[in-house]
């Protein structure tokens, strides 16, 4: 991933790393505001999801915030604004994400309901969703902001939807590659769309949402297929049931195909669905996400 935004950029003066510490600080400030201070009460919950976020991670939803809404022309606090919002959606669905699964680890750290238990978990859960919307009311244009909220309850709410379908046993041992797509694009689509979705609305280019949800749709099933084909034998469940995993799918639709091949091929469609929608979107909007699937299609000439 390139540390800088593209040299074309760089009139308006903005660095990658520099946006991602503003977003970084609006993050913080959003789950830690002055009235968890108030009293002598403690939040937990506030701690855990400081200790949760200094974690790391590829930033990625927040990557594309930043970098559609540079090329659109937006302020640097309302591209910010949008991103920090999207990484706060995102982190809340890994520590509830992780709860439910019970992974003990996530970036070689302790999970939050493994360090702090599982009801600050759901607290930190539910605080960093919350703070997601403080974020976004940074953003500097009110007339806009209905439709922002809204987009964003829409595409919490598929998120919401995806995991539950997850969480279904039948799921555990899914034969088909349909439903299992539809499931991925609801868990992951919908908080990769998001980004890009609300920067469309806005820098003013509201009519061209719907083509960037459909790249990160195609995207997100891509990146899965990649991600799952990796984690094939980790998922399989040796010691318990096995994860919903495309390879697993593939096998459990035809035993006899390669289900690999098979994966590889259906990930790379996906990825190259995504590129081209993403070349046609305004002013370049679409260019990182079309990074971002050609080097996932790299990866699938490497051995598995």
């Known amino acids: 991933m390139p540390q800088c935004l593209p040299a074309a950029l760089a009139p308006s003066g903005w660095t990658l790393a520099g946006a991602l510490a503003a977003v970084e600080r609006l993050c913080l400030e959003s789950i830690a505001p002055s009235v968890l201070a108030e009293g002598s009460l403690t939040c937990g ?28 022309g937006m302020s ?32 070689d750290r302790a999970t939050v309901w493994k360090r702090f238990g599982d009801d600050v978990a759901i607290c930190t859960g539910d605080l960093l969703l919350s703070a ?13 902001l209905p439709a922002m909220l809204l987009l964003m309850h829409q595409r919490t709410a598929e998120a919401i939807r995806g995991q539950c379908a997850d969480r279904q046993p039948r799921i555990r041992y899914l034969d088909d590659i349909d439903l299992y797509e539809q499931i ?34 195609h995207f997100a099933v891509g990146y899965q297929i990649v991600d799952d084909l990796g984690d094939r034998e980790k998922d399989a469940g040796d010691s318990g049931p096995p994860a919903l995993n495309a ?33 046609h979107l305004p002013g370049g909007a679409g260019a990182l996400l079309s990074q971002l699937a050609g080097e996932l299609c790299e990866r699938l000439c490497e051995p598995l």
């Open 45 to 72: 919950a506030a701690a855990a999801a400081t200790d949760h976020l200094a974690s790391g991670g590829r930033r990625i939803r927040a990557r594309l915030a930043l970098d559609t809404a540079e090329r659109l």
């Open 76 to 107: 640097l606090n309302d591209a910010v604004a949008i991103a920090a919002a999207c990484d706060l959606l995102h982190n809340a669905s890994l520590v509830h994400d992780d709860l439910q699964d019970r992974d003990p680890l996530r970036r």
């Open 132 to 144: 997601a919307y403080s974020a976004l009311a940074r953003f500097s244009q009110p007339a806009l």
């Open 184 to 217: 991925v694009i609801g868990k992951s689509g919908a908080l990769l769309s998001l980004p890009l979705e609300l920067a469309m609305i806005g820098s003013g280019h509201a009519h061209d949402a719907a083509m960037a949800r459909r790249a990160a749709k």
């Open 247 to 279: 390879f697993l799918v593939l096998v459990a639709a035809d035993a006899d195909a390669d289900p690999a091949a098979r994966g590889i091929a259906l990930a790379r469609r996906h990825l190259l669905h995504a590129k081209e929608l993403a070349r």
